[in-house]
């Protein structure tokens, strides 16, 4: 097929172009199909395919990048001739090649990720430390690196990278026009698809970017690339639905740059509907981010059903918190025989996981697995997730873990911190364990600096510490329940057995008509004993 309009100035052009490229899930790819939907009712013969005007330079109009590739080519067709039959023509025309040659070098580049053919973008990371704003846990080339790792979790290989210092970030490019032609020229270098900025940038300064650095390029930042790693790894209805209208949200005010996109990708056929067409855009964009609402409505008020009907047996529930990799999933597997993916990737869990937990002594507690934390989250995002996170306000205990063997480690801590201040769960007990002990260098010295502090340290992956951990938990749980007295008549075994699966029990005495207990149970369960603790003194 006949690549875009825009597809004549580079081979990168091209290979974003070709099918190979449409055949991967695209970013935003749920909104682009919606657009186009939209697109073809008011312009129905529009594909890019079908364009005849359209094609790359057959002759000799191609720009510097030919020599460089002559050897290439040549390499691929060998390649080629033993993998495919010989093709019917022996003369094939410059385009031909070329298209032949990105596409077999398309096809190393797809990945597999969540099931999921993803094609791996060439990305250019850019970072600004400000002096102004301040505030900055993390140091830019820090954060710069951690870019990185978001970028190759969403499946994209980084080629370079560069970070600016600044008193104010430029208003119109973010970056000064220095470093703009900078980039630029690291663009054609390295023939980067993609350039990703560490902060986010407004609508404006978006569009300007992407003129200055040509087309063919993406520009994106920080919430666009979580945002798109929370799209690939959505796994239930609720996640889809939160993160498809977190996304809509951050496309409603850029919606020119969706329009440009839309444009190229419907082989310009609806260009110059102008402004009257991106407002028709938006008003679209609006219906269904308010449908969007009503649904995560009705879903999560299921999901709250659900929940009440859990809390009726009064099992004392722990959530897990922390910065993203710290290692939760692994725990509450290694805990539970649970069998959530844990890996060495930032967002592994969206959804919260809940599974029982039941301690040597034959108490219960039900621990709660949810989404890592980062810092720059991005703001719709935690409103997105809120409803998701809102479990944790709910929790008897919090335990916030940290991978005590990251460089980062403090830094993290309070950015999860700064994260569950907003979530306002502050008079939750919490707990902190340091995890991955065995990954730091002296886990002896670690392990007597953590005593020092009071503080738990453990080894998700080996087990190490686990038993300490269950039994702080318990302390904590028993610091959050109320103590009671209870004479309980021998036709209440139930209640007896609640009590020892929920509460602590301290003291257990057989009478002749029923059974004195002294424990600390959680509040629910103490309410509903209220009648019999009142029995306590007429027993005795
Ligand atoms: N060395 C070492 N590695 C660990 C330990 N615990 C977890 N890991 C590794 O750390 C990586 C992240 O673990 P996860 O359990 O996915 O981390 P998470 O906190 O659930 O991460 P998100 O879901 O992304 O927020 C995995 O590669 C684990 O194998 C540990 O105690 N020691
Ligand atoms: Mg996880």
């Known amino acids: 097929s006949a690549p875009g309009p825009r597809c004549r100035r580079s081979p990168t052009a091209l290979l974003r172009c070709s099918p190979a490229r449409r055949r991967a899930p695209a970013r935003a790819r749920a909104l682009d199909e919606r657009l186009l939907e939209a697109a073809a009712v008011q312009a129905p013969a529009s594909t890019e395919g079908d364009d005849p005007g359209v094609g790359v330079d057959e002759g000799n109009g191609g720009g510097g990048w030919e020599g460089d590739e002559a050897g290439a080519e040549e390499v691929v067709e060998e390649e080629e001739q033993q993998q495919r039959p010989p093709p019917r023509a022996f003369v094939k025309s410059r385009r031909q090649r070329q298209e032949e040659e990105e596409a077999a070098a398309g096809q190393d580049r797809f990945k597999l990720i969540n099931g999921e053919e993803i094609f791996q973008e060439k990305a250019y990371l850019v970072g600004v430390e400000c002096k102004r ?27 370079g990278s560069t970070y600016q210092k600044l008193s104010t970030p430029n208003p119109r490019t973010y970056i000064g026009s220095g470093k703009v032609s900078e980039i630029r020229t690291a663009i054609q270098a390295l023939d980067v698809e ?91 964009l609006r219906t269904q981010i308010s449908a969007l609402r009503k649904e995560l409505e009705s879903v999560r008020k299921h999901r709250k059903l659900y929940r009440n009907r859990r809390q009726s047996v009064p099992v004392p529930v722990v959530s897990l918190v922390g910065y993203t990799n710290a290692g939760k999933s692994t725990l509450l597997n290694r805990l539970t025989g649970a069998d959530v993916l844990a890996e060495d990737k930032l967002f592994a869990t969206l959804d919260p996981t809940t599974r029982r ?31 998701t996170l809102e479990e944790i306000s709910e929790s008897s205990v919090i335990v916030h873990l940290v991978d005590i ?136």
Not at 271 to 279: L, R, S, T, V
Request: net charge negative.
């Open 194 to 284: 993609t350039v990703i900025f560490d902060d986010e940038l407004s609508p404006g300064q978006l569009r300007n970017l992407e003129k200055s650095f040509g087309r063919s390029v993406r520009v994106c930042d920080r919430t666009a690339l979580i945002l798109d790693i929370f799209n690939q790894r959505a796994a239930t209805h609720e996640a889809a639905l939160q993160v498809t209208l977190a996304q809509m949200e951050y496309q409603l005010p850029r919606l020119t740059k969706m329009w440009s996109h839309l444009e190229r990708q419907a082989g310009g056929q609806v260009k110059g509907m102008g402004e009257k067409q991106i407002e028709v855009d938006k008003r679209i």
């Open 133 to 159: 704003t301040g505030g900055n846990l993390f140091g830019i080339e820090e954060s710069v690196k951690e870019l990185e790792q978001l970028a190759d979790t969403a499946g994209l290989v980084v080629v």
């Open 357 to 387: 937990v039941l301690t040597k002594n034959g108490t219960e507690f039900l621990l709660t697995d949810t989404v890592g934390f980062i810092q720059k989250l991005p703001t719709m995002l935690v409103a997105a997730f809120r409803a």
């Open 405 to 540: 063997s990251h460089p980062l480690a403090q830094q993290q801590i309070d950015a999860v911190d700064r994260v569950l201040k907003e979530l306002d769960v502050e008079p939750i007990p919490k707990l902190i364990v340091w995890n991955k002990v065995d990954n730091t260098d002296e886990p002896l010295k670690v392990k007597e600096e953590a005593e020092k502090q009071g503080i738990i340290c453990i080894s998700a992956i080996n087990g190490d510490g686990l038993e300490d951990f269950c039994n702080a938990i318990q302390r904590k749980l028993k610091d959050s329940m109320v103590p009671i007295e209870a004479f309980l008549p021998y036709d209440k075994g139930d209640l007896l057995n609640d009590i020892h699966k929920v509460g602590m029990v301290e003291k257990m005495e057989y009478k002749e008509n029923g059974t004195f207990v002294k424990a600390h149970v959680p509040l629910p369960l103490a309410r509903l004993l209220t009648p019999l603790r009142q029995q306590v003194a007429a027993a005795h």
